[in-house]
């Protein structure tokens, strides 16, 4: 079994009930594990639905499924399998969606646009339809799951579940959200991540939900990555149950529209980090922060180069200060900067500045800092207003031991 990443959280969240949503898991064996890895969430009627998917233009044929059917703005059920991802599968895979959906929509008595589909594994191996139904089936009369169970079974290479939650008020009334998500190699988002889902009793428009969703994911999964791969199935889904007794929000201008937009960009952070938290083989989390930028959007492109490169993050592992290597970062990143202006922190010591190294700085709080298991990494451009913060974790052997034996 692999070792639980040492930046794991204690102990899974208590996490509560959400009106109108139904879990259950059961086991198709789409790879040899011996637990569950079919997970279905039945959704009451009048659950509408948002999403944000992979920007890979070598896509899953769940990813077109889900993009075709989330303009309808509504959602009866969600079916995510683990361990085969149904990618670059051809007419093949788009078969398998079709028999899934096509099954549970007639099971609880729906269209088949109105079941969500995800699947995450190995690409290149096209879901076996057999499988797939003998699943659905089982799952089906499968008694309700916990949301541990739940977030276990879609997990892939992740060492731990992952989920987290927040809450609202709206109109007096306290609306909750939960979310679980799955994620840990082939993380490099430019929208979205991994395989992630959020639940919530709170009655909101479609179209608003989806605006909301778009403004949370700019600030908390589109600013993560491990190792610089975009998955060909990332698929996040965020569905409104409205069994909360509060008017509907139908705008952002709504009574209460700003307090579930932060709750729901709250839990977005809370879930990407849980995804950085486990990084394949990663033992640091850091965080990055470019400010001084020409803008926040040149801001978020130097601070992924930074994420991004593997002598940054090699560095870090080490647990050395080379800020040689940011520097090296910042000029790749193709972003107006001036060399003679940038300056560059570790935790709360400057160590650059002014494009130049701080002469006679002391290295022993740096040192100190790189020992500990989240790094904090500050760069000030000093040429405009552009600020960023984005969320990598360090490169180690660990990495190339889980990815060279992947597919067995």
Not at 3 to 18: C, Y
Not at 205 to 231: E, H, R, W, Y
């Amino acid at each position: 079994m692999t070792d639980i990443s040492p930046l794991a959280p204690a102990a899974f969240p208590a996490l509560p009930p959400i009106a109108g949503v139904r879990a259950a898991v059961a086991r198709a064996g789409y790879k040899n594990w011996e637990r569950c890895d079919l997970t279905y969430v039945a959704l009451d009627e009048g659950t509408t639905v948002a999403g944000v998917t992979t920007r890979s233009k070598c896509p899953s044929p769940e990813v077109e499924w889900c993009r075709a059917a989330l303009p309808l703005g509504r959602a009866r059920a969600l079916i995510v399998n683990a361990g085969n991802s149904n990618a670059f599968t051809g007419n093949r895979g788009r078969a398998a969606v079709e028999a899934i959906t096509a099954r549970v929509a007639g099971a609880i008595g729906c269209q088949p646009s109105d079941v969500l589909v995800a699947s995450t594994g190995v690409i290149g191996v096209p879901l076996p339809i057999d499988k797939a139904e003998a699943g659905i089936a089982a799952v089906l009369a499968a008694p309700e799951a916990g949301w541990e169970e739940a977030a276990t079974t879609i997990m892939t290479t992740d060492t731990f579940a992952k989920a987290a939650t927040a809450s609202a008020m709206i109109g007096g009334q306290r609306v909750d959200l939960v979310g679980i998500i799955k994620g840990s190699g082939m993380i490099a988002p430019d929208m979205a991540t991994m395989l992630g889902f959020i639940f919530t009793d709170a009655a909101i428009a479609a179209p608003l939900l989806q605006a909301m969703l778009d403004q949370a994911n700019a600030k908390s999964f589109s600013c993560i990555t491990v190792d610089g791969d975009t998955s060909t199935s990332d698929t996040v889904l965020a569905f409104a149950t409205g069994k909360a007794s509060h008017a509907p929000l139908e705008t952002v201008d709504d009574p209460g529209a700003d307090a579930f937009q932060a709750a729901l960009t709250d839990i977005c952070l809370q879930l990407a980090q849980l995804v950085v938290r486990d990084g394949e083989g990663a033992s640091k989390l850091i965080g990055i922060t470019v400010e001084g930028a020409a803008s926040d959007a040149s801001a978020h492109r130097i601070a992924m180069s930074i994420a991004n490169s593997p002598l940054v993050k090699t560095a870090i592992a080490g647990e050395d200060a080379n800020w040689g290597r940011v520097v090296m970062a910042v000029g790749k990143a193709g972003e107006p900067a001036e060399r003679d202006r940038l300056s560059i922190r570790f935790g709360a010591t400057q160590v650059a500045r002014h494009g130049l190294a701080v002469e006679g700085y002391d290295e022993a709080p740096v040192a100190a800092h790189l020992k500990g298991r989240e790094i904090d990494i500050g760069v000030d451009l000093g040429i405009g207003d552009g600020r960023a913060t984005v969320w990598t974790c360090d490169l180690t052997h660990g990495y190339i031991s889980i990815n060279a034996d992947y597919r067995s």
